[in-house]
């Protein structure tokens, strides 16, 4: 049991060293003046930082871009001429963006502390993942968990999905 205790203790020095790992935040956004602010910060608060957020102005009518526009570097921000709807949008986003992984947050949702770590440790712990994505948290859930989980513990699970005909940018 000791030395697999030690490989593991290894591994999570291991991972804490790549922190060479750049992930964009997607947000786009329209007529989201109301939320847009939070969604930001959550990004920014993060413990393991986004090299990038991008947030995609999908011809809002409100002051969405504004606030957007008002929060420093790794924040910038597209304006669409035209409303072209959610899909356009983040794929707008994705062309922008620079990182090596992407991260989708809507404007109307935010993210926890840890989520981007959570993802970019599981995300090396699965060299060949494609996908990875978190449990998630709503104010409203009644429904049971698994076993032996507590909610946090289910909402900052990660989930690593393997498939070989896929790739990552």
Not at 52 to 80: C, G, K, N, Y
Not at 109 to 124: G, M, S, T, Y
Request: proline share 7%.
């Amino acid at each position: 049991m000791k030395g697999r205790f030690n490989w593991y203790m290894h591994r999570l020095e291991w991972i804490k060293g790549r922190s060479s790992m750049k992930i964009s935040v997607i947000i786009p956004a329209w007529n989201a003046e109301r939320y847009i602010a939070k969604a930001i910060e959550s990004c920014l608060r993060q413990t393991f930082p986004p090299h990038e957020i991008v947030v995609v102005d999908d011809a809002s009518t409100d002051s969405t871009a504004e606030v957007a526009e008002s929060f420093p570097s790794p924040v910038q921000v597209i304006r669409l001429a035209e409303n072209m709807g959610v899909s356009v949008a983040r794929n707008r986003g994705v062309q922008a963006s620079t990182g090596d992984w992407l991260a989708f947050l809507d404007a109307d949702d935010w993210f926890l502390p840890e989520k981007l770590d959570a993802q970019r440790r599981c995300a090396l712990e699965h060299e060949h993942a494609v996908l990875i994505y978190t449990g998630f948290y709503l104010p409203s859930m009644a429904w049971n968990l698994p076993p032996g989980l507590t909610r946090p513990q289910f909402w900052s699970r990660c989930f690593a999905t393997i498939a070989p005909f896929m790739s990552v940018r």
